[in-house]
């Protein structure tokens, strides 16, 4: 069974940072692109960031570009989301999902996500 | 960036009848389009990729339709677990883009 555990959330000031942590079971993590999707609390899903299986491609939305860092670990089975500078926009939970790269990719599992709350 | 309008924000269903969902593209995504469902406090779960392939373990009476810019999420006959918010997303293009949601609630 497939499964995404995510976990770091919390509350931090704006300015701050923060690291996100993804564990992944129940597939070879090495042979998938990975992503982090965020939502603020009652509104839509907004893709973050993504990173090619063996780590040498990375992508961001312009939003967090030059303040997130995403990265990975195979031999850890784990994904992972730096987030500096950060701003009372980035207020969100943070999901982490497997991709499934078509041109770019769409989203076939998802972790349950962290809150992440940037306030004074 | 590719915009997705969803329609209506809201849809109010009785059980047992017929959901119809709308998605449109602010430019061709060909078939690259997905549909997610996602409950209160839980992640979004893959319904329909390809815009017509329903995912593994999805239902037969969820079913989608459309290419280019136009789609449609077809629920043929609303369970009490079929009430959510389902959103569809772009992958034919970056960055991938998601709608803003459509609410089916009962009636």
């Known amino acids: 069974e497939v499964q995404l555990v995510e976990s770091g959330g919390g509350l931090v000031q704006p300015g701050g940072s923060l690291r996100l942590s993804c564990k992944a079971s129940?597939?070879?993590?090495?042979?998938?692109?990975m992503s982090w999707v965020r939502q603020v609390p009652g509104k839509g899903l907004e893709w973050v960031a993504n990173?090619?299986?063996?780590?040498?491609?990375?992508y961001y939305v312009d939003s967090v570009k030059g303040r997130f860092t995403i990265s990975r670990d195979n031999a850890k089975n784990s994904l992972y989301l730096q987030m500096d500078s950060l701003r009372a926009e980035d207020t969100a939970v943070y999901y982490c999902a497997r991709d499934i790269v078509v041109v770019t990719a769409f989203h076939d599992y998802w972790g349950q996500g962290t809150l992440v709350t940037v306030s004074s | 960036e590719i915009v997705m309008t969803q329609s209506p924000a809201t849809l109010s269903v009785s059980p047992g009848e017929r959901a119809t969902l709308s998605c449109r593209a602010s430019?061709?995504?060909?078939?690259?389009l997905a549909w997610y469902q996602q409950k209160p406090g839980q992640a979004p779960r893959l319904l329909i990729y390809?815009?017509?392939t329903r995912a593994t373990g999805i239902p037969a009476r969820f079913s989608g339709s459309g290419s280019g810019t136009e789609f449609t999420l077809t629920i043929s006959s609303l369970q009490s677990e079929d009430f959510a918010v389902y959103y569809c997303?772009?992958?034919?293009?970056?960055?991938?883009?998601f709608g803003q949601g459509t609410k089916v609630e009962i009636k």
């Open positions: 129940g597939f070879t993590f090495s042979s998938y692109w």
């Open positions: 997303q772009q992958y034919n293009d970056w960055p991938r883009t």
């Open positions: 430019q061709s995504v060909r078939s690259n």
């Open positions: 990173i090619k299986q063996g780590g040498s491609e990375k």
């Open positions: 390809d815009a017509s």
